[in-house]
Structures are given as structure tokens and as C-alpha cells.
């Protein structure tokens, strides 16, 4: 026997019931992009190999594990797209969006990488980002912030989730801070797991970030990065911290908080909640100043974050969310009555754009056409019977409360239905 075809492990499909709370999600980050200027960036899935190992680093998680890399017909190495920062840096590069320019931009989409999957954690996932170019103050960073807060308020998940903001100085400041770091850790070798002894030769920040229990207490008592900011660093970290009381935003500055790419400089932050488990870090970001010029462009400032759509989707299924019912469901008797049902319901449509119509459609008896208007939840269901469409008239039964069924002249459907919307 042939085996079961599906889905690969870690990649999943999004059904139906679920796809209102993404395209709920979906709208509001929208509106919230286009209130604040920001302008849609769509890139592909697939880049060269090569990108993400100059941007992100060849000695992190998601590059050094996590990356699915593939040789196409041509023998180029490619990578689906881990993350989309590296993939927005290359095409503004690509197509001079950095020279002597402002950008706001977002987008979203699937990302993948090859990780142990288990709740909000997943192979393909999805993110919707936001990158700023072009900017070196504290307000922008302020902005992108503000911005994910109005996006959680309109969600109702603002009590959910908490801000953690940390300075990781400039690029010269960490390589201060990495000998001290070192020279620290290798007083304690005997303390380190096997993942951070690798660290400690590679990439000796990431240690702070370790998850493992047994970890905490030496990296607790480790030296603190902050120490190592000069003077402008810090003020730019007060500036923020300034910008952010000024909103109304409560934070709290985590001096371990390192984030796990290799091309954040000064600013990084966190939003994260309690309620998923250990995949708590619904959106990430920071600024990336020196991003651009690695990839060969002109030195550019620039800041950006990144949600992860199905962790903010959890977070919003246990919430309640009433999906959209639809208003009306139409039924109807023989063939004339179908036509006038087919034109009533655009009609309707045209005239009550914010609500759901629904034709009932295949031969049935009325009796289990009703069943199905209940099914989907329906307020009404309109009824075009042979009578009906003799005298010009629907027939309208209330499906959600205890009313008698009425008759409305065709011609003032529409505003009865305005009415009882
Ligand atoms: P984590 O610490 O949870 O592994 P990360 O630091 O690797 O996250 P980023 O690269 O900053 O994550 O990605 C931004 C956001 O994308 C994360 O905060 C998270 O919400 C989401 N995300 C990252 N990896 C996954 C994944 N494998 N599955 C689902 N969501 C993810
Ligand atoms: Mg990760």
C-alpha cells in the first residue's frame, strides 16, 4: 500500500476555523502599518545560501542548524528564507531603496526553519515584520514599539504581554565586553554545558541566552554589558526608556536580554507572555545599524521587529473571539425562487458590505436548508417559497431568538435587514 500522504512534520495547514483569527490579526497589523506610513515590501522564499550566512552568521542557531539549504539545478546552494530581514536588506540594496531615503516597510509571510517543533514552535511559520531605514534616533525605535503596543491594544492582548529592553552598544563595545565575558566564563568552565562551551569559542553572548536551568545562576552573576556602554550609548538607551514612560508603556530593562542573530547593535527588545509555555516571545527586534554595510552597502541606520503570527494566534484562541456569523443565510423553493434568490443575494452584498450573506445552494428540502442556516450560525434566514415570489415578498425566520416569522415586501429587504443587523 501506497504510504499516507501529508503535511511535513512541523509545517501545517491553516483551516478554516482558524483562518478568521489570522486574518483578524492580518487587518489590524494592516491598518496599524498604513496609520503609521508604512509601505508593503513582498520578497521571495528562496535566497541564496550566502545571504543569510553574511547577514545572520554563520555561527548561530538558525544558520549553523536550522536552515533549509538546498543546491537547485544549477548547483547554486539556496536556503529558504529563515527569517526576512536579511531578505528585505538585500532587495533595498538591489534596488536603491537605502540612497539618501527614508523607509518605513512590512510584510509577512512563511518562514522555515529545521527546529524541534512543539507548541508554537514550527518548521514553516509565519512572521509579519517591520523595518525602518535610515534612521538613527531613539524615536524610531520608540515608533516600532508603539506601534506593536497599538497592535496588541487593538487586540486586546495589552495585559497579556510584557516589554523587555536591553542595549547591546556598539559593535566595538561588544568586542570589550566579549573578553570580559569570556575571561569570566572561563573561570567557571566546569559550570558550562556542552552548547555554551561551543559558545564560548563562537559566539560567547549567546550564552546569556541560554534556556537551561542549571545555567542561571552563573549567568546571573556574570558581568553585565551595560558596564561596557560609553557615555553616548547610554544616553541613546535613556532616550528611549524617556520616549516609552512618555507613552505610557511599561518595560523592564533585562541586561541578559542578547537575541539570537548576530546583527543587532544598541537597542534590542521583547514582547513576551506567560501563557504559551517556553515559546513565551511573541515579537522581537532591535537595531541592526551595521547590516547594510556588511552586505555591501553604505553605512545605514536601521531598526526593525518581527511577530511570530502563530504564537499571536494562540494567544488570541484563548481569548474567545467571537468569529463573524453571517447576517442572513437565503433559502428558497423551485427555480424562479432560486434565480430571485441568486440576484437578492448580491443585491444584498452591494448594499450591507460589512455583512455575511450566504445562498444556500444544491437541491434541498426546506427543512434541511434551515438545518444548515442554524449550522453556519445565521441570525436570519430569508425565505423565498413559491408564495413568496407570488406576492413579492420574503418570509423571514429568526434563527437566534424567540421572534415570530415575518413577511417583508421584497423592495425593503435591504433596510430590513439594515435594521437588523
Ligand atoms: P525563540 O527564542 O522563540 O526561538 P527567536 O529568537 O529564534 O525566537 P526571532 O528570530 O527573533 O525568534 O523571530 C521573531 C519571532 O518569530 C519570535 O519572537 C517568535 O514569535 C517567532 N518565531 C521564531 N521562530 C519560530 C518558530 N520556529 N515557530 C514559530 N514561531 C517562531
Ligand atoms: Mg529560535
Excluded at 543569510?52 to 538558525?62: A, P, Q, V, W
Amino acid at each position: 500500500m501506497s504510504k499516507k500522504l501529508q503535511a511535513i512534520r512541523g509545517m501545517h495547514d491553516i483551516l478554516p476555523d482558524k483562518t478568521p483569527l489570522w486574518q483578524r490579526l492580518e487587518k489590524a497589523m494592516f491598518d496599524v502599518c498604513q496609520q503609521y506610513g508604512y509601505s508593503e515590501i513582498r520578497m521571495p522564499l528562496v535566497e541564496s545560501t550566502d545571504l543569510f550566512c553574511r547577514s545572520i552568521g554563520e555561527e548561530t542557531d538558525i544558520v549553523g542548524k536550522e536552515m533549509y539549504t538546498f543546491e537547485d539545478r544549477n548547483g547554486d546552494s539556496l536556503s529558504l528564507r529563515p527569517e526576512g530581514t536579511a531578505s528585505c536588506v538585500r532587495a533595498g540594496l538591489e534596488h536603491g531603496l537605502f540612497y539618501n531615503q527614508i523607509q518605513r516597510l512590512w510584510y509577512q509571510g512563511p518562514m522555515f526553519r529545521h527546529e524541534r517543533p512543539q507548541k508554537g514552535r514550527y518548521r514553516q511559520f509565519h512572521q509579519i515584520g517591520v523595518e525602518c531605514f535610515g534612521m538613527s534616533g531613539a524615536e524610531i525605535e520608540a515608533e516600532i514599539i508603539l506601534m506593536s503596543y497599538r497592535l496588541w491594544k487593538k487586540l486586546g492582548l495589552d495585559a497579556e504581554l510584557s516589554l523587555e529592553i536591553n542595549s547591546l552598544g556598539t559593535s566595538e563595545e561588544r568586542v570589550v565586553y566579549k573578553d570580559v565575558l569570556v575571561r569570566y566564563f572561563e573561570q567557571h568552565t566546569e559550570q558550562l554545558d556542552e552548547d555554551s562551551k561551543r559558545r564560548l569559542l563562537t559566539n560567547p553572548l549567546r550564552i546569556l541566552d541560554s534556556k537551561n536551568p542549571a545555567m542561571q545562576d552563573l549567568i546571573e552573576r556574570a558581568p553585565r554589558l551595560a558596564d561596557s556602554l560609553d557615555e553616548q550609548s547610554c544616553l541613546h538607551f535613556e532616550q528611549l526608556q524617556g520616549y516609552l514612560n512618555d507613552a505610557g508603556v511599561s518595560f523592564t530593562h533585562n541586561t541578559r536580554l542578547v537575541r539570537g542573530l548576530d546583527y543587532y547593535s544598541h537597542t534590542v527588545f521583547e514582547w513576551t507572555t506567560t501563557s504559551l509555555g517556553a515559546q513565551g516571545t511573541v515579537c522581537a527586534g532591535g537595531r541592526y545599524d551595521g547590516l547594510i554595510e556588511q552586505l555591501g552597502g553604505k553605512q545605514t541606520p536601521a531598526v526593525g521587529l518581527a511577530m511570530g503570527v502563530e504564537r499571536l494566534v494562540l494567544l488570541l484562541e484563548q481569548h474567545e473571539w467571537s468569529t463573524t456569523k453571517p447576517l442572513a443565510y437565503i433559502v428558497y423553493q423551485g427555480d424562479v425562487a432560486k434565480c430571485k434568490a441568486i440576484q437578492m443575494a448580491e443585491t444584498l452584498r452591494d448594499e450591507l458590505p460589512a455583512s455575511t450573506i450566504v445562498l444556500h445552494c444544491g437541491e434541498a428540502s426546506l427543512k434541511s436548508q434551515f438545518k444548515k442556516a442554524d449550522k453556519v450560525g445565521a441570525k436570519l434566514a430569508l425565505i423565498l417559497g413559491e408564495q413568496e415570489i407570488e406576492e413579492n415578498t420574503v418570509a423571514i425566520k429568526f434563527l437566534r431568538e424567540r421572534k415570530e416569522q415575518q413577511k417583508v415586501p421584497q423592495n425593503e429587504i435591504e433596510q430590513f435587514l439594515k435594521n437588523n443587523s
